[in-house]
């Protein structure tokens, strides 16, 4: 492939609901452009997007893919995101290297719940925006009503560029709404068209759109503003150069139309994108230098560039894809890895389609590209020249809240499991590995219930170990809220040396988070002071397995008052015996309670599912604290304390009662007692699995 400016490239993300025809719009687009030689299907497992095995088996886009293609001087860098909110990442990877986005929608299913979310990305990111309308040759195709459907959802500035010639079976062509200019599709493939009066039945349809169009492209030139206020019109030239300007600066978000999975409208298409959808912009990047001084890079200034994605090729190895931000990069380049403080050497330096790679001689500021071989780079670090430093902000990627266990299903695969887990969540950095300090589990924390499975494939897939994901322990702690004074004795006489320790111990509560406090008071030397280490020692080991329910003991002060030693028979080790026994029994008469983890959340819904959302959170036992707009508009925010225990399968619930439209964040608030109902059935369970 060629080497491309800024000028001349354009980086889109796809975006949309999964089924509303996204990998039939690339393949389109590709085909258009000649990168590929027929159209490929979803559904026959051809389409260049969807290479990886799951993506093949359940028919759907799961990681974001690159697709880079030519056309009349153009390159085009397509970043096809899944459309599944499961791997939201990907979607938000994407959208750190595009310029632009494209929301696909279905002509007869409208705005569905990720082409909502979809937006909420984009303006999140903060760029340009525009629609297709997919699928016009269905039934019940109707271009008027999504039009509406748009701008009912995300404002009146969504206004077609294009309108559709018939619809359903009659659909055949396409009206280029500042050209004036219409195109009828002649032949199978849509690569074919001839250009037609517009029909008469569509003029003032046509004229209707066009004064709202020239509304916005006067508004991005005060002289164009005078003329049209004096009744002047614009050329074609300025109109189409204002509603450029008018889609950078995101005061206009143009709507397209087609169907795909024929390729009509797709070499259209793409003369619409190179026409009214920014090249990347030769703008200060803000970034940090080494030190933490606030930096920034154009593309005239040394070369920086940031991966925004890692995945790793069976046959070549590591690939990390990048943008570059500045300067130029070429194959023989020495590369440093800012973040990690280590050079790097490429590999191969290529543009994909797929899975299919295109060989580059170099990388221009704003091109996105893939380098193959890089020992240590991961995803969000910033390469550059060792002379030249900067560091670009990481992803901020949405916050895993789906929480599991995973265990190997076959014996002496434990060691594999975390190699493979650390290379999936390389690939997918919305997956978050731990150990639990307390159960000894590995916990796994992902966006949703799909993307965990998938993860399991590919971790047998790709290394061979089968895994189970289970629901992980709640880590209950216990207590006490009385006050008790015990005395623990150990002796034991088998021949020889026998074993003697004797101590007595004051139990008694202290405030949330104060840990286990130990207090000497022994005077007199009735506990010797080369056993009082003993003691500590016993009780901090005791303390972590509660007589209730086997939990970490928390928040009491023990004080070690009195004991006796013998002189022959005394050891470290009967005094953690004696102390085990003082323990145990101090606990049981002090008032035990069961203790569970408490967390406050915040649930992001829109405002007509306020009511549902108060009301189930109530029934999972939780303390309601507020209500508070939120800055997207037609959404609240419900702040809230809820068990831990309730909380491990409310990821996947709020998804299914809002539709996909819900989103929460939690984070740990402190330990309740267990209401007596709830504990009851803990303890007994408990004792049960100790006799076990």
């Not at 393949?27 to 979803?42: C, D, H, T, W």
């Not at 074609?236 to 390729?263: D, H, L, S």
């Not at 001689?361 to 590209?369: E, P, Q, S």
């Not at 003697?500 to 000497?520: A, N, Q, T």
């Amino acid at each position: 492939m060629k080497e491309y400016l800024a000028t001349n490239i354009r980086n889109i993300a796809l975006l949309g609901h999964d089924g509303s025809g996204k990998t039939s719009l690339l393949e389109g687009l590709l085909y258009s452009a000649g990168a590929i030689n027929r159209l490929g299907k979803v559904q026959d497992g051809t389409a260049i997007g969807d290479f990886e095995p799951e993506e093949l088996q359940r028919k759907v886009t799961i990681q974001l893919s690159l697709a880079a293609c030519e056309r009349e001087g153009y390159k085009y860098n397509f970043l096809d995101a899944p459309g599944y909110s499961d791997f939201v990442g990907e979607v938000e990877s994407a959208l750190r290297a595009a310029d632009s986005s494209l929301i696909v929608v279905c002509a007869t299913s409208g705005v569905q719940v990720e082409t909502e979310n979809s937006w909420r990305y984009v303006e999140k990111a903060g760029l340009p925006c525009g629609f297709f309308i997919n699928k016009m040759d269905r039934e019940n195709a109707n271009f008027q009503k999504s039009i509406e459907e748009l701008q009912e959802h995300f404002g009146k500035h969504v206004l077609p560029l294009q309108l559709p010639i018939g619809a359903e079976q009659e659909f055949c062509g396409i009206i280029d709404l500042v050209t004036e200019k219409a195109y009828k599709i002649t032949d199978s493939t849509g690569l074919k068209s001839e250009e037609i009066p517009i029909p008469v039945e569509l003029q003032d349809e046509v004229n209707r759109w066009r004064e709202v169009l020239l509304e916005y492209a006067v508004e991005q030139n005060d002289e164009w503003t005078s003329r049209y206020l004096e009744g002047e019109g614009l050329t074609k030239e300025e109109f189409q150069q204002g509603m450029q300007m008018a889609v950078a600066e995101r005061t206009f978000y143009p709507v397209f139309c087609g169907a795909m999975i024929k390729n009509m409208g797709g070499p259209q298409l793409l003369d619409e994108l190179a026409g009214y959808f920014p090249a990347p912009s030769d703008k200060n990047v803000a970034g940090q230098s080494a030190t933490g001084e606030e930096i920034s890079r154009k593309f005239s200034d040394p070369f920086s560039a940031f991966v925004f994605k890692t995945t790793t090729d069976p046959f070549v190895g590591r690939l990390s894809f990048i943008k570059v931000m500045s300067g130029s990069l070429k194959t023989d380049q020495a590369l440093y890895n800012v973040n990690k403080e280590k050079p790097e050497k490429i590999g191969s330096l290529f543009t994909m389609r797929g899975k299919a790679q295109d060989a580059l001689g170099a990388l221009h500021a704003g091109d996105v590209g893939v380098i193959s071989k890089l020992q240590e780079t991961s995803t969000g670090d910033t390469l550059s020249t060792k002379e030249s430093l900067i560091i670009y902000p990481k992803i901020e990627y949405a916050r895993p809240m789906l929480l599991k266990s995973l265990e190997a299903k076959r014996k002496g695969d434990e060691d594999k499991i975390g190699q493979a887990l650390q290379r999936i969540a390389e690939e997918d950095p919305t997956l978050n590995v731990e150990k639990d300090r307390d159960s000894g589990e590995i916990l796994i924390r992902g966006i949703g219930e799909q993307q965990l499975e998938i993860m399991t494939e590919k971790i047998k897939r790709k290394f061979g170990v089968e895994i189970a994901l289970n629901s992980p322990r709640i880590p209950y702690r216990e207590t006490i809220r009385g006050i008790a004074q015990v005395e623990g004795r150990h002796k034991k006489q088998t021949g020889g040396h026998g074993q003697y320790g004797h101590v007595w111990l004051k139990m008694e509560p202290l405030p949330e988070g104060s840990g286990i406090e130990f207090v000497d008071a022994i005077v007199g030397g009735a506990v010797p002071r080369q056993y009082i280490p003993a003691v500590e020692k016993g009780l901090q080991e005791c303390s972590r397995k509660g007589p209730l329910a086997n939990c970490q003991v928390v928040d009491i002060k023990v004080t070690l008052y009195d004991g006796s030693s013998h002189s022959v028979d005394s050891s470290e080790m009967a005094f953690k015996m004696a102390t085990f026994l003082a323990f145990k029994k101090g606990m049981l008469e002090a008032k035990p309670v069961l203790l569970e983890p408490i967390y406050e959340i915040a649930v992001n819904v829109p405002e007509s599912y306020m009511g549902d959302i108060v009301g189930d959170l109530n029934g999972r036992r939780g303390r309601i604290l507020g209500m508070e707009s939120s800055e997207e508009k037609g959404r609240s925010i419900v702040r809230a304390q809820v068990p831990l225990a309730e909380l491990m399968v409310y990821p996947t619930e709020l998804r299914s009662m809002t539709q996909g439209r819900g989103q929460f964040d939690r984070k740990f608030d402190h330990y309740e007692e267990v209401p007596a109902k709830i504990a009851d059935p803990l303890v007994e369970l408990a004792k049960k699995q100790s006799i076990e």
